[in-house]
């Protein structure tokens, strides 16, 4: 069965940190540039990061730039997102899912898979 498990999401205070988790069966993950996504109420999925699978090469979105580091360990089959300095406004469901637009060197696979998983809340409060 292919699909991708978050954990690691919670209630955190301002300037904690928390740790994303992300599991990933039934494909290939090394075939992938892989990245998190966040949805706060009322507003757009937005990417936070993305990670290649050709190069390590990484991108973040500018609101978590210094804070936010994704890695990836594909003998493992997972992929991670270390989240410090938390802010309110970082509260909202973490996805993680495959990137076929992720903005950095990546190779792509011929039937590419579009595999998001179920998601992680967030909550960062006082």
């Known amino acids: 069965q292919v699909q991708l498990v978050e954990s690691g999401g919670g209630l955190v205070h301002p300037a904690g940190s928390l740790r994303l988790s992300c599991a990933a069966s039934?494909?290939?993950?090394?075939?992938?540039?892989m990245g998190w996504f966040r949805q706060a109420p009322g507003k757009e999925r937005e990417k936070v990061s993305c990670i290649s699978n050709s190069d390590g090469s990484t991108y973040y979105a500018d609101s978590v730039k210094g804070r936010f580091t994704i890695s990836r360990d594909d003998a493992k089959n997972m992929v991670y997102l270390q989240m410090n300095s938390l802010r309110p406004e970082d509260t909202a469901v973490y996805y993680c899912a495959t990137d076929l637009t992720c903005p950095v060197p990546s190779t792509i696979p011929s039937r590419p898979l579009e595999v998001w998983g179920q998601g992680t809340l967030v909550t960062v409060s006082s």
């Open positions: 039934g494909f290939s993950l090394p075939y992938y540039a």
